[in-house]
């Protein structure tokens, strides 16, 4: 891996750097986070209505954790507060999420 090759976000007027971790996602670390906050703010919401969660859910909960994660790892010799701070938070929340999904047996819209 050859420091950061990912390019920039894509967010319009938004000109930081990819981290090689977000590669996938195409967004900067604050960006990535934003939305991150808004997808567990939506499925919180959602699962407190008693609405089903959809597969993909769980899917990008996983997707967003090990992302987190592998930020956390990567800015290890370079930490920026602020942005730690968020990451563990977001962290949590997603903890929270998939504990919410156990205990209370979300339903899961799946296809019969
Ligand atoms: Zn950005």
């Known amino acids: 891996m050859s420091g950061s090759a990912a390019g920039n976000c894509r967010k319009p007027s938004c000109a930081n750097a990819i981290p090689a971790a977000l590669a996938t ?3 900067c670390l604050d960006h990535f986070l934003d939305e991150a906050f808004q997808r567990t703010d939506t499925t919180f919401d959602r699962c407190r209505k008693g609405a089903p969660m959809q597969p993909g ?4 909960l996983l997707t967003d954790a090990l992302a987190v994660v592998k ?12 942005q730690r701070d ?14 919410y999904v156990a205990h209370h047996s979300v339903r899961l819209d799946r296809p019969a």
Request: no cysteine.
């Open 25 to 27: 996602e195409q967004l």
């Open 71 to 82: 930020n956390l790892e990567e800015g290890a010799s370079e930490p920026d507060a602020h």
């Open 57 to 60: 859910d769980l899917e990008w």
């Open 86 to 99: 968020r990451m563990l938070e977001l962290l949590l929340i997603l903890a929270n999420l998939h504990e």
